[in-house]
Protein backbone atom coordinates (compact mmCIF):
# COMPACT_ATOMS: atom_id res chain seq x y z
CA UNK A 1 0.00 0.00 0.00
CA UNK A 2 1.23 3.18 -1.07
CA UNK A 3 2.03 5.90 1.27
CA UNK A 4 -0.67 8.04 0.10
CA UNK A 5 -3.33 5.68 1.17
CA UNK A 6 -1.33 5.63 4.46
CA UNK A 7 -2.47 8.91 5.69
CA UNK A 8 -5.67 9.08 3.94
CA UNK A 9 -8.60 6.08 3.55
CA UNK A 10 -10.95 8.58 2.09
CA UNK A 11 -12.31 6.08 -0.36
CA UNK A 12 -13.05 3.64 2.36
CA UNK A 13 -15.36 6.06 3.95
CA UNK A 14 -16.68 7.93 1.06
CA UNK A 15 -18.60 4.81 -1.17
CA UNK A 16 -20.73 1.25 -0.92
CA UNK A 17 -18.22 -1.64 -1.56
CA UNK A 18 -20.62 -4.00 -2.89
CA UNK A 19 -19.51 -6.95 -4.09
CA UNK A 20 -19.84 -10.64 -5.43
CA UNK A 21 -20.65 -12.67 -2.69
CA UNK A 22 -18.92 -15.07 -3.98
CA UNK A 23 -15.85 -13.12 -2.50
CA UNK A 24 -16.60 -13.69 0.85
CA UNK A 25 -15.05 -16.83 2.92
CA UNK A 26 -18.39 -18.24 3.31
CA UNK A 27 -17.74 -19.72 -0.05
CA UNK A 28 -14.30 -22.12 -0.77
CA UNK A 29 -11.88 -19.57 -2.53
CA UNK A 30 -13.34 -16.77 -1.14
CA UNK A 31 -10.89 -14.03 1.21
CA UNK A 32 -13.08 -11.62 2.59
CA UNK A 33 -13.72 -12.71 6.12
CA UNK A 34 -17.81 -12.99 6.05
CA UNK A 35 -18.28 -11.24 9.34
CA UNK A 36 -17.41 -7.70 8.04
CA UNK A 37 -19.87 -8.47 5.12
CA UNK A 38 -23.69 -7.98 4.85
CA UNK A 39 -26.32 -8.60 2.09
CA UNK A 40 -27.31 -6.53 -0.15
CA UNK A 41 -29.50 -8.77 -2.86
CA UNK A 42 -29.24 -12.34 -3.42
CA UNK A 43 -25.74 -12.00 -5.38
CA UNK A 44 -23.96 -9.12 -3.71
CA UNK A 45 -23.20 -8.47 -0.22
CA UNK A 46 -21.19 -5.05 0.51
CA UNK A 47 -18.91 -4.06 3.54
CA UNK A 48 -20.52 -3.46 6.79
CA UNK A 49 -20.67 0.41 6.95
CA UNK A 50 -20.82 0.93 3.40
CA UNK A 51 -24.03 0.77 2.78
CA UNK A 52 -25.49 3.98 4.33
CA UNK A 53 -26.07 7.23 3.71
CA UNK A 54 -22.69 8.11 5.33
CA UNK A 55 -20.67 5.47 4.25
CA UNK A 56 -17.13 4.01 6.83
CA UNK A 57 -15.97 0.49 6.06
CA UNK A 58 -15.94 -1.82 9.56
CA UNK A 59 -12.83 -2.76 8.42
CA UNK A 60 -10.83 0.84 8.16
CA UNK A 61 -8.93 1.57 10.82
CA UNK A 62 -7.34 4.75 11.89
CA UNK A 63 -8.59 8.49 11.46
CA UNK A 64 -9.22 9.63 7.97
CA UNK A 65 -6.76 12.29 5.90
CA UNK A 66 -4.64 11.30 8.93
CA UNK A 67 -3.29 7.51 9.34
CA UNK A 68 -5.76 5.04 7.82
CA UNK A 69 -5.42 1.65 6.67
CA UNK A 70 -7.29 -1.59 6.43
CA UNK A 71 -7.72 -4.35 8.28
CA UNK A 72 -7.83 -7.07 5.46
CA UNK A 73 -5.97 -5.62 2.98
CA UNK A 74 -4.43 -8.24 1.43
CA UNK A 75 -8.09 -9.64 1.55
CA UNK A 76 -9.34 -6.75 0.53
CA UNK A 77 -12.43 -7.47 -2.04
CA UNK A 78 -12.26 -6.39 -5.97
CA UNK A 79 -13.91 -3.54 -5.43
CA UNK A 80 -11.29 -2.00 -3.70
CA UNK A 81 -8.91 -3.39 -5.79
CA UNK A 82 -10.40 -1.66 -8.14
CA UNK A 83 -9.91 1.90 -7.12
CA UNK A 84 -5.96 3.54 -7.75
CA UNK A 85 -3.86 6.02 -6.12
CA UNK A 86 -5.03 9.69 -7.85
CA UNK A 87 -8.31 7.90 -9.93
CA UNK A 88 -11.25 9.93 -10.29
CA UNK A 89 -12.47 7.76 -7.15
CA UNK A 90 -9.79 8.34 -5.20
CA UNK A 91 -9.89 12.24 -5.97
CA UNK A 92 -13.69 12.54 -5.04
CA UNK A 93 -13.02 10.49 -2.30
CA UNK A 94 -10.34 12.97 -1.23
CA UNK A 95 -12.54 16.09 -1.71
CA UNK A 96 -15.08 14.87 0.83
CA UNK A 97 -12.48 15.32 3.11
CA UNK A 98 -10.58 18.36 2.27
CA UNK A 99 -7.57 16.82 0.70
CA UNK A 100 -6.06 17.90 -2.42
CA UNK A 101 -6.03 15.57 -5.04
CA UNK A 102 -3.12 14.07 -6.09
CA UNK A 103 -0.88 15.18 -9.31
CA UNK A 104 -0.08 12.50 -11.98
CA UNK A 105 3.55 12.71 -10.87
CA UNK A 106 2.74 11.91 -7.52
CA UNK A 107 0.16 8.98 -8.04
CA UNK A 108 2.91 7.02 -10.46
CA UNK A 109 5.81 7.83 -7.74
CA UNK A 110 3.76 6.46 -5.03
CA UNK A 111 2.64 3.07 -7.08
CA UNK A 112 6.08 2.11 -7.24
Known amino acids: MSHACLSCGACCASFRVSFYF ?3 DAVPGGSV ?3 LVEPVSPFL ?3 RGTNQPQP ?3 ALQGKVGEAASC ?3 PL ?4 CREVSVGDE ?3 MARAKYGLPALSAVESAVLMV
Open 22 to 24: GES
Open 33 to 35: PQA
Open 76 to 79: RAST
Open 89 to 91: RCT
Open 45 to 47: VAM
Open 56 to 58: HCT
Open 71 to 73: AIY
